[in-house]
């Protein structure tokens, strides 16, 4: 396991301080806020720590306020219903007294039924696409810290990357094979948890693609909104991941974007939805 990745699991390894309450360190990163993958993912550790039997299957997650990178974060879990088949659980993450994030989450006994699944993409292996850090070594005394920062997700992007392609390539689409630098444990609720962290460090980038955007703050404000997310199957999140997103709308301020992570033999593992804020500053728009 990478340094990185430890760090990572260190983060998921959420300190129970009473019943349904757990408390979730930060990173020691210079951040503005919170990065949203974090808390979705130490949110559903939080709630499978409260589960006895069945996986995740799904998630349906909002952002209520951007989180403070200099504090921790506690998590309380809401135990609301636990059925033989399914067990239901709400968290709130909570930070200065308020709310930051909501989340519910829903587990699964396994079952048998009906199966079947969209084909996966046709697309490079892995191994022969480009490192994140070779695709931005040009960019690389731009971003400083960022990019001399050990990453504990491994991303590999399939043509060109998302900061670099409006103009060139303005498809509201993007393919990466990604999955976490090391070998995990067994746990499948770890593998969903770095899974959810994984599942927003590129989502809402499909969204802004095809359009000229400046990341000035004076000038754009983007953020997540939701965050939903459906498991299929058991699966490791340090093997190759297939991540294929698409952008089918976006307006209003605000563009929807979606995603489905396939294994490399081609089965379906996770779906994702979520809805981003892409506000340009300077025009007229209601207060919040």
């Not at 999955?179 to 899974?195: I, K, M």
Request: proline share 7%.
């Amino acid at each position: 396991m990478s340094d990185a990745l430890d760090r990572l699991v260190h983060l998921l390894d959420l300190e129970p301080i009473e019943v349904n309450i757990f408390r979730g360190t930060q990173p020691d990163e210079e951040r503005q806020r919170v990065f949203g993958g974090q808390v979705a993912a130490q949110a559903l550790m939080a709630a499978g720590r409260t589960v006895t039997h069945g996986d995740v299957h799904s998630l349906h997650s909002y952002f209520l306020r951007p989180g403070d990178p200099a504090i921790p974060i506690l998590y309380e879990v809401d135990r609301i219903r636990d059925g033989r088949s399914f067990t239901t659980r709400r968290v709130v993450a909570i930070q200065h007294g308020e709310a930051i994030f909501n989340l519910e989450a829903s587990f699964h006994v396994e079952e048998e039924g009906p199966e079947h699944q969209i084909p996966m993409p046709e697309v490079p292996d892995p191994e022969t696409v480009p490192t994140l850090t070779e695709r931005l070594e040009q960019w690389k005394d731009q971003l400083s810290s960022w990019y001399d920062r050990p990453h504990p997700i491994d991303q590999r992007y399939i043509g060109t990357i998302p900061w670099s392609s409006r103009v060139e390539d303005p498809d509201p689409r993007q393919r990466l094979w990604l999955r976490a630098d090391g070998r995990l444990g067994d746990d499948p609720l770890l593998h969903a948890c770095v899974t959810a962290y994984a599942s927003d460090l590129s989502l809402y980038d499909t969204i802004v693609r095809p359009h000229e955007v400046h990341w000035d703050e004076s000038k754009f404000m983007g953020a997540s909104l939701d965050h939903c997310m459906w498991f299929h199957h058991r699966f490791r999140a340090d093997d190759w991941l297939l991540y294929d997103t698409e952008s089918p709308i976006a307006g209003g301020a605000r563009g929807l974007a979606r995603g489905f992570f396939f294994e490399r033999s081609g089965r379906l593992v996770v779906s994702v939805a979520q809805e981003g804020l892409a506000r340009v500053l300077g025009r007229p728009s209601p207060s919040g």
